[in-house]
């Protein structure tokens, strides 16, 4: 089984928690690094690997306060990624949290559910 990727979040990047042995994914926090790219890389490093073995379930939460346009690019590309879970035939969904009244991050997780194929549950808290 693939190691947990475990990236403390800062006031700047979020916190990614994706532990398949316990069957933990979890994005949360701010994300609106410096460089986007370079802070997503080992992101998409590990997916990879755990995309050739995957948990027969992966639910990922994203209990995201704040992200800029970079970001949501990214955080789109990787659910893309997360998507190719599907097609090896286990269980892929999201479930995009957000605050009442938070209408951006509410928007952006409609935005993202209308354009992926996997199960993407909108969460209001």
């Known amino acids: ?34 460089d986007s790219e370079k802070f997503f ?6 997916l990879e690997a755990y995309i050739k073995s995957p948990n027969k379930e992966t639910t990922i939460h994203c209990k995201l306060e704040y992200f800029n346009s970079s970001s949501a690019k990214l955080f789109y590309q990787l659910f893309i990624e997360f998507e190719k879970i599907k097609e090896s035939g286990n269980e892929i969904r999201i479930k995009w949290h957000f605050d009442s009244g938070d209408t951006l991050i ?13 199960p993407f549950e909108m969460i209001e808290k």
């Open 106 to 118: 509410e928007e952006k997780g409609l935005e993202f559910k209308s354009v992926l194929d996997i």
């Open 41 to 46: 890389t080992p992101i998409f490093s590990w």
């Open 1 to 34: 089984m693939i190691d947990k990727l475990d990236i403390k979040g800062t006031r700047d990047t979020p916190e990614i928690v994706f532990d398949p042995e316990n069957n933990v994914f979890e994005i949360s926090g701010n994300s609106l690094p410096e």
